[in-house]
């Protein structure tokens, strides 16, 4: 096996682990809780997805944001929307005012893919930040979950 397929193996290992257990709510909580927050600029599990070397599911995409099907959903429509350049965004909590632009972008596409999916009724956006926020991949994500009745609180 060639260097270049040990690496997809690796990744597509890293990818399933990451996702999987008895409980998705459960190993999202791990994973965030063993996920640590690197340099800001260092390539995440989304930067492949983006580039196209983990196929993903794809709803919507332009030149600047990209949105897919969880793997995992925790509702009928789990729909993960990403910016396409991390720009040192890593978090919520790493946004600057530089961000702006952006930051609208990926709610205002949240909207569009709402409407795309028939999601009439109502949805969620949610934006996880930090470990205890269960934040698991550090690029930042907004999670569009419909299609069912949401339950509050969400925590």
């Not at 599911?57 to 009928?76: G, H, S």
């Not at 949610?126 to 926020?133: A, H, L, Q, R, W």
Request: proline share 6%; hydrophobic share 35%.
């Amino acid at each position: 096996m060639s260097g270049k397929d040990n690496n997809k193996r690796d990744r597509i290992s890293v990818l399933s682990s990451h996702f999987t257990s008895s409980s998705p709510m459960a190993s999202e909580k791990e994973a965030a809780l063993a996920a640590t927050p690197s340099d800001a600029d260092a390539p995440t599990i989304f930067d492949k997805i983006i580039n196209k070397e983990i196929p993903s599911t794809v709803v919507y995409e332009d030149d600047k944001v990209l949105a897919f099907r969880d793997i995992t959903p925790q509702a009928p429509t789990h729909i993960l929307i990403i910016p396409k350049v991390k720009d040192g965004l890593s978090g919520l909590s790493k946004a600057e005012e530089r961000h702006f632009d952006i930051l609208g972008r990926l709610l205002y596409t949240a909207k569009l893919v709402a409407k795309q999916e028939g999601l009439d009724d109502g949805f969620r956006v949610v934006i996880n930040d930090g470990p205890k926020g269960c934040q698991s991949v550090y690029h930042i994500h907004v999670h569009l979950l419909g299609g069912r009745q949401m339950n509050w609180p969400p925590g």
